[in-house]
């Protein structure tokens, strides 16, 4: 059963992941491959593929336990939601807030 | 010489070590506190402490070169402050705006 936190938490700490482990977990939990089709890309058995999964899922959960990055992210999301919500309620059109804006959605 | 990146880098990503890293690293780091005062705190030799807190920086900046938080951070940091200074200058008053600010101030 794939873990959808693990999924979206992948994005952020995938990079911690030696180049190996990060492939299967995002053949898992982005190509949405099974656990054989993996197994034949990278050449170790299924149950080494399954290993590697639980072992970089318990990872992430562990370093976002301690970075809560997503956390962080997700409300850093909801406070620009409404930054833009008020700014256009009282029609303030200048691009250039709406642009800084967006550049903050891509740091995050 | 202490890295002044480290420092800053500290408040990321000191909860990634142990307890009694992270103590020697902020002992030195933020507060302060020689190498030898640091070897009588926690009871190791000058030696130990010195090769903690230079593994501790290989770490840290190895972090930051896959995570760039500190990148991502800065950033959105500028991009705070453009966005306020343009509400400013178009006279923009709506308190929750700026309340929501630095709601995503305090996150970063």
Redesign the interface.
Known sequence: MKNLQVAYLLD??G??FGDKQREILEMYYQEDMSLSEIASAVGITRQGVYDNIRRGEKEILS?ES??C?MD??V??SR??D??EQ??KS?S?T?E??YS??T??RS??
């Open positions: 952020f700490y990079n911690l370093l301690r970075l990055l962080r992210f409300e850093i406070s620009l409404s930054i008020i700014l009282e303030v200048d250039r807030v800084a804006l550049d903050i740091k995050i």
